[in-house]
C-alpha cells in the first residue's frame, strides 16, 4: 500500500492509496483513489477524511508549485460537494515573526478544519509524490463476473483461448516475428 504521512506540532495528514470497486454490467472495475485523513492532535477526535482523484493529485502538484514559487498565497486544490456537504483542500504560505512556512488544510463547510504545517521541503516532497500518483492511480482492473448458467463466451474470448492452447513458446522461432 502507498502512504505518505506529514506531520506538525498540531495535526497530522496521512495519504493512502485506497481501491474502489464499482459493478457496470458483467463487469467489475476496481479502480484507486488517495484517502486523505487529517488529524487534530489537539483536539481529541476531530478528524477530517475526503479522497482525491488521479487528476485532483495532479492538480495538487501544480497548485503546489504555484505557492512554492511565490505566486500566490493561497491556491484551492478542490471543491467537493456532495448532497449538504462541502470539503475543500488548500495549500497555503504563511509569515509570521519572519518565519515563512506553509500548511495544507483539509476543511468542511459548517463543520471542522484542520490545517497541517510544513516546511518548503516537506510541500515539495508531497507534491512530487502527488505526481508520481497520477499516473500509479490510473490503473484500473476490469473483472468479468459470470452469471448463474451462462455458458455463452464471446468471439474474441473464444479466439484469444484457442490461439493460446495452440502455441508453444518453444515452437517459435525469431524469424516468424513480424516487426
Known amino acids: 500500500m502507498i502512504r505518505y504521512t506529514l506531520f506538525s506540532r498540531s495535526a497530522m495528514a496521512r495519504f493512502s492509496e485506497r481501491v474502489r470497486s464499482r459493478k457496470v454490467g458483467n463487469w467489475i ?10 488529524v487534530s492532535l489537539r483536539e481529541k477526535g476531530k478528524v477530517v477524511v475526503a479522497q482525491m482523484s488521479p487528476t485532483e493529485c495532479y492538480v495538487f502538484y501544480l497548485k503546489a508549485l504555484k505557492v512554492l514559487k511565490g505566486k500566490s498565497n493561497s491556491e484551492e486544490v478542490f471543491f467537493h460537494k456532495v448532497g449538504d456537504t462541502v470539503k475543500r483542500l488548500f495549500i497555503e504560505s504563511w509569515e509570521r515573526d519572519g518565519k515563512k512556512g506553509y500548511s495544507i488544510s483539509l476543511s468542511v463547510k459548517g463543520g471542522s478544519s484542520v490545517s497541517v504545517a510544513c516546511s518548503k521541503e516537506e510541500l515539495l516532497a508531497l507534491a512530487e509524490w502527488m505526481k508520481e500518483l497520477n499516473v500509479l492511480l490510473r490503473y484500473a482492473e476490469l473483472e468479468r463476473v459470470e452469471s448463474e448458467g451462462e455458458e455463452e463466451k464471446g468471439e474474441v474470448q473464444e479466439a484469444v483461448e484457442a490461439e493460446g492452447e495452440n502455441v508453444d513458446i518453444e515452437d517459435l522461432d525469431i524469424e516468424d516475428i513480424e516487426f
Not at 472495475?29 to 487529517?38: G, P, Q, T, Y
Open 29 to 38: 472495475e476496481r479502480s484507486k483513489v488517495l484517502s486523505m485523513r487529517f
